[in-house]
Structure formats: C-alpha cells, structure tokens
C-alpha cells in the first residue's frame, strides 16, 4: 500500500521528470469529484433547493447563495493556498490541505442534503466553496511541484477534462436524483471515493530544514497580486477574469435561460443535462488536444486568445436565438472555446508565476480571478435579466467581455 510519507524535499528548480502515470491518474479522478460536487449545485441543485425554499424570490435566493460561496472561494483559496505553501510536517506541505479539504467540503455537501432553509443552503455552500477550494489550491500547486514545464499542458488538459466530465456527472447526477437531498448525497459520497486514491498516491515533497513558516504577511500577500515586478502575472490575472466573467454570467441561469426564454419550464433540468452533454463531447477534443499542442509548438498565447474569442462567440448565439436548436449549437461552441481555454490558459499561468517557492499562494491569486468573476456574476446578471435587456442583455454582455479578455493576453510578454 503507498505510504503518506513525501518522496522528496520541495525546492524552487522545475522539476525534470514527469510523475507516474497513477500520479496524474488519481489527480485527474479528484478534480472530476470536486467539479462534479461544484457544477452539479451551481448547475441545478441550488437553483432547484432556491425554488422549493423561495418560489417567488428564487432568482435572488440564487444569487445570494452562490454570491456568498464565490465570496468564500475568492477568500479560501489563496489563503489554504498559502498555507499549503508552508505547511511542515511528514505528510509534506499539500497533503494535509487535500485530505483535509475534501473532508470538510464532504460536509457541507451533507448540510445541504438537510438544508430546510436559505440560511442553511448559505452555510453549507459556503463550507463546499471554502473547503474543497482548499484541496483544489493543494492540487493545482503539485503540478508545478511535480510536472516539467513542457508537460504541463497536457497534465492541464486532463484537469480540463476533469472539469468537463465533472460538469456533465454533476448534472447528470443533479438531473437523475429525484430530488435535491439524494442529489447532494451522492455527490458528497463521489468526492471521498474518488479522492481517497490521490491521498493514498499523492508523492507530496516535504519542505527543507529552516523553510520559511506561515505568517499572517505571507498571507496577506496572496490578495495584493506584484503586478509592477511581475506584469504578465496580472494580465494573466485579468484575463483568467474576464473570459471566467463571461462564462459564469451566462451559465448561472442556464436552467432559468431554458425555463423562461426557451420555453422548457417542465423539462429544464432535463435540458441542462442533455447540452452539459452535448457541451462535453466538444471540450473532450478541444481541452486535450489543445494542451498537447501548445507543448509541442512551446506557445500558450495563439490558443488562449481564439479560445476566448470562440467563448465569446458562444455567448453571441444564445443572445440572438434563444431556442433550443441555438441552445444546442451555443453548447458545442461554448465547449471548442472553453475546453481550450481552460487547459492551456493553466499552463500560461504557470509560467508567469512570480515564485515557484510560493506557487499555491500565487496560484491562488490567479484562482481570485475564477472566484471573482462568481462572485461579481449573480451581482450583474440579476438586475441585467431583470432590467437590461434580459437574457439578450445577459449574453450580449458575456460576449463582450469574453472578447476584452482575449485583448488582454496579447499584452503578455514572457511567453510565446
């Protein structure tokens, strides 16, 4: 049975060697447990728990909920990240963060199985967003630790099918329960399951004697990003936030979306799952292969930007047609466009990182960007539906912003 001790002493050099494959194997099975547990709620559950606790406020339940969890996430993250950082100890410095995270978030999910009120949907999303934020912080961290640059965007793109199979099991998952309840039920018994094999199989190295120890300041410094010494770490940051802005506008109220523009109120749920799917053939091609070949050709930026362009172009169709036939055509370009961006634009980051010796830290700053743009979401998509246009205002605007964060990859200059 593989111990929890590390196999080696954490230093700033890029590794040269590539992890066993069961390494990147049991990696790639924890992210598809934590999106499954992420996308499932975001998708239908919580909207779902808002109707039935809610039914005539549910819009605004929502985004009080998932506001609050993206306020969590935004926060967790580069702080567990930092923490992580300089953790000691014999079970090295991320390990303790991904048990630990996936324990705690398991518990959350179990709250909102209960939840019988907004107040308990609120601590129980708030505990899944902050905790297994944590172990995802550890995780993207070990890649940096473990896998030479010129792999990185092929360990991405299996962290980007991860995200893709996670969001089609959630929903899945979400769609067939019968019920909210069982729903979270299962998905909290997804993230042990696929988790416990990563902890058993981690690797994780072990900070050498007289490494700097946590500190309120090292902390704090996650939220101030160095943009002035280190300035395609900030583009990188905005563009992470724009595209993720974008995306998170739009997708928020896909269920609604299919329920009061297409007509779908009786088979909502339904259809989310059926263009989640739809939505995950596409990425399956794109995230893979787009990561491989941003190694092979050493450039980031070329895929990154028409990624983008190509989200942004996902968003346009959904505000001009509003049926199910665009829903279905804006589904399999959302996922070329999406499934791109999210692998290589992982490993562009890691290559504009200020400080290998502080990567979760620095990692979490780029992760703001993702939480941010949930956060900030649900604040401008209400009163867009509501007020501005409705849904043709909502995607109209996701579009444009998806376009500005394409604009801004082209000011980075350290990488190709």
Same mark, same amino acid.
């Given at each position: &049975?593989?111990?929890?001790?590390?196999? #080696?002493?954490?230093?700033?050099?890029?590794?040269?060697?590539?992890?066993?494959?069961?390494?990147?194997?049991?990696?790639?099975?924890? &992210?598809?447990?934590?999106?499954?547990?992420?996308?499932?709620?975001?998708?239908?559950?919580?909207?779902?728990?808002?109707? %039935?606790?809610?039914?005539?406020?549910?819009?605004?339940?929502?985004?009080? @909920?998932?506001?609050?969890?993206?306020? =969590?996430?935004?926060?967790?993250?580069?702080?567990?990240?930092?923490?992580?950082?300089?953790?000691?100890?014999?079970?090295?410095?991320?390990?303790?963060?991904?048990?630990? #995270?996936?324990?705690?978030?398991?518990?959350?999910?179990?709250?909102?199985?209960?939840?019988?009120?907004?107040? &308990?949907? !609120?601590? +129980?999303?708030?505990?899944?967003?902050?905790?297994?934020?944590?172990?995802?912080?550890?995780?993207?961290?070990?890649?940096?630790? %473990?896998?030479?640059?010129?792999?990185?965007?092929?360990?991405?793109?299996?962290?980007?099918? *991860?995200?893709?199979?996670?969001?089609? &099991?959630?929903?899945?998952?979400?769609?067939?329960? +019968?019920?909210?309840?069982?729903?979270?039920?299962?998905?909290?018994?997804?993230?042990?399951?696929?988790?416990?094999?990563?902890?058993?199989?981690?690797?994780?190295?072990?900070?050498?004697?007289?490494?700097?120890?946590?500190?309120?300041?090292? !902390?704090?410094?996650? /939220?101030?990003?160095?943009?002035?010494?280190?300035?395609?770490?900030?583009?990188?940051?905005?563009?992470? /936030?724009?595209?993720?802005?974008?995306?998170?506008?739009?997708?928020?109220?896909?269920?609604?979306?299919?329920?009061?523009?297409?007509?779908?109120?009786?088979?909502? *749920?339904?259809?989310?799952?059926?263009?989640?799917?739809?939505?995950? @053939?596409?990425?399956?091609?794109?995230? =893979?292969?787009?990561?491989?070949?941003?190694?092979?050709?050493?450039?980031?930026?070329?895929? =990154?930007?028409?990624? *983008?362009?190509?989200?942004?172009?996902?968003?346009?169709?959904?505000?001009?047609?509003?049926?199910?036939?665009?829903?279905?055509?804006?589904?399999?370009? $959302?996922?070329?466009? /999406?499934?791109? /961006?999210?692998?290589?634009?992982?490993? $562009?980051?890691? %290559?504009?990182?200020?400080?290998?010796?502080?990567?979760?830290?620095?990692?979490?700053?780029?992760?703001?960007?993702?939480?941010?743009?949930?956060?900030?979401?649900?604040?401008?998509?209400?009163?867009?539906?509501?007020?501005?246009?409705?849904?043709?205002?909502?995607?109209?605007?996701? *579009?444009?912003?998806?376009?500005?964060?394409?604009?801004?990859?082209?000011?980075?200059?350290?990488?190709?």
């Amino acid at each position: &049975m593989p111990t929890l001790t590390a196999r #080696g002493v954490a230093s700033d050099a890029s590794p040269e060697q590539m992890p066993p494959r069961s390494w990147s194997l049991t990696l790639t099975l924890t &992210m598809l447990g934590l999106f499954s547990a992420w996308f499932g709620p975001i998708q239908v559950l919580l909207g779902l728990q808002a109707s %039935q606790l809610a039914p005539d406020h549910k819009e605004a339940v929502l985004s009080l @909920v998932t506001g609050l969890g993206a306020l =969590v996430s935004t926060l967790g993250n580069p702080i567990f990240g930092a923490l992580s950082d300089r953790t000691s100890g014999r079970f090295g410095r991320r390990l303790p963060w991904i048990a630990g #995270g996936l324990a705690l978030g398991t518990v959350g999910l179990l709250i909102l199985a209960s939840a019988n009120s907004v107040g &308990m949907m !609120i601590l +129980g999303w708030c505990l899944v967003q902050g905790f297994l934020n944590a172990a995802y912080a550890a995780l993207n961290a070990s890649v940096t630790d %473990q896998v030479p640059v010129n792999r990185r965007g092929l360990v991405s793109g299996l962290i980007g099918v *991860a995200q893709t199979a996670g969001l089609v &099991m959630g929903a899945g998952i979400a769609a067939a329960a +019968g019920g909210t309840h069982t729903g979270y039920l299962v998905l909290a018994v997804l993230v042990v399951v696929l988790g416990v094999p990563h902890v058993l199989n981690a690797r994780d190295l072990q900070l050498p004697d007289g490494a700097p120890r946590p500190s309120l300041r090292h !902390i704090l410094a996650g /939220f101030v990003p160095p943009l002035r010494s280190y300035p395609d770490f900030g583009w990188a940051w905005l563009t992470r /936030f724009l595209v993720n802005l974008g995306n998170s506008t739009g997708t928020l109220y896909l269920l609604y979306y299919l329920m009061d523009a297409v007509g779908m109120e009786a088979a909502a *749920a339904t259809g989310v799952f059926i263009l989640t799917g739809i939505y995950a @053939v596409a990425v399956f091609g794109s995230t =893979v292969s787009g990561g491989i070949w941003s190694d092979r050709l050493g450039r980031r930026k070329p895929f =990154v930007i028409v990624a *983008a362009l190509v989200t942004g172009l996902a968003a346009l169709d959904l505000a001009l047609t509003q049926n199910w036939i665009g829903a279905i055509v804006g589904a399999v370009i $959302l996922g070329i466009g /999406f499934g791109a /961006f999210t692998s290589v634009d992982f490993a $562009l980051v890691t %290559q504009v990182l200020p400080s290998s010796g502080d990567a979760a830290r620095d990692l979490g700053i780029i992760n703001i960007a993702s939480a941010g743009a949930q956060v900030l979401a649900p604040v401008i998509a209400a009163p867009v539906v509501t007020h501005m246009g409705g849904y043709t205002g909502l995607y109209l605007m996701a *579009a444009t912003v998806c376009v500005l964060g394409a604009i801004c990859v082209t000011r980075i200059r350290t990488v190709d």
